[in-house]
């Protein structure tokens, strides 16, 4: 049972982020089957960090809140649900950050390698499940045992993308892994303030969603994001703001 709510949660925090994914993928693909693997290599680094960084906007505030919500969520909240539910937004995030790197090595078609080598670690969870109940550890040790095996298909994503494109890994480190580490510590440590002076309740939920907000969004920002990134996004809102001027005047019109 608290598998399972955890597994409803993580769905609804992934719905945002998979759309990101899916508007970047056919451009990735026309990259590398137009020979220009420089730009493939960018938009799926880019799928990555935009998909992942839109995760943390909803992730942060359910770590730091997760027994309230639960509680206000479920009459009866099954045991070890709010660890289940914390380790498996934090495996979400960990394997988000691989994201474009999957559809850089379907895009190349060359997947044979790929699908062995990380499928192999994947399969690993099964005979690691075993093992820690078996040894009497408690039953979210199995997601703890997850989280690893996933971390681990990162690195091995990254080296075989690596081989395959020439992605660069220690600027995917850069750019992505440590970015992500140091948005989410400095969002978890800012939105964690309401809770050392506020009583649990919907009014620290709501202080916590604003501060997560706007501390994750200046983070982003600032140091998530480079000049170029920042030049998109700015060239998004600007085209979403200009339809929605437009369907407001067609409305007013009639």
Same mark, same amino acid.
């Given at each position: ?45 880019? /799928?990555?960090? !935009?998909?992942?960084?839109? @995760?943390?906007?909803? *992730? $942060? ?8 919500? %639960? ?98 890994? /220690?600027?995917? !480190?850069?750019?992505?892994? @440590?970015?992500?580490? *140091? $948005? ?8 964690? %303030? ?61």
């Amino acid at each position: 049972a608290s598998y399972a709510v955890a597994n409803q949660v993580n769905s609804q925090m992934q719905s945002f982020s998979v759309m990101m994914v899916r508007a970047f993928n056919p451009q990735i693909v026309k990259s590398e089957g137009g020979g220009d693997r420089e730009r493939m290599i960018r938009l799926a680094t880019q /799928s990555s960090k !935009f998909s992942v960084f839109l @995760l943390l906007f909803m *992730v $942060i505030p359910m770590l730091i809140e997760m027994p309230f919500i %639960l509680k206000f969520w479920l009459s009866n909240v099954p045991q070890y649900t709010a660890a289940f539910c914390t380790i498996v937004l934090m495996t979400s995030v960990v394997s988000q950050m691989s994201t474009g790197l999957k559809t850089a090595v379907q895009a190349t078609g060359k997947i044979k390698l790929y699908q062995s080598v990380v499928g192999s670690t994947v399969l690993l969870t099964l005979p690691l499940s075993y093992f820690l109940l078996r040894s009497g550890y408690p039953a979210y040790s199995v997601l703890i045992g997850g989280l690893c095996l996933e971390a681990i298909s990162l690195v091995i994503r990254l080296r075989i993308v690596h081989t395959l494109t020439g992605l660069s890994i /220690s600027a995917f !480190f850069k750019n992505i892994i @440590l970015k992500v580490a *140091v $948005i989410t510590a400095v969002g978890i440590g800012v939105s964690f %303030l309401p809770g050392l002076f506020m009583p649990e309740g919907f009014i620290r939920l709501g202080v916590v969603l604003a501060l997560s907000f706007c501390s994750t969004s200046l983070l982003i920002w600032n140091y998530g994001f480079v000049q170029a990134e920042r030049d998109m996004v700015a060239g998004i809102a600007k085209g979403l703001t200009k339809k929605l001027s437009g369907i407001q005047v067609k409305f007013a019109g009639k």
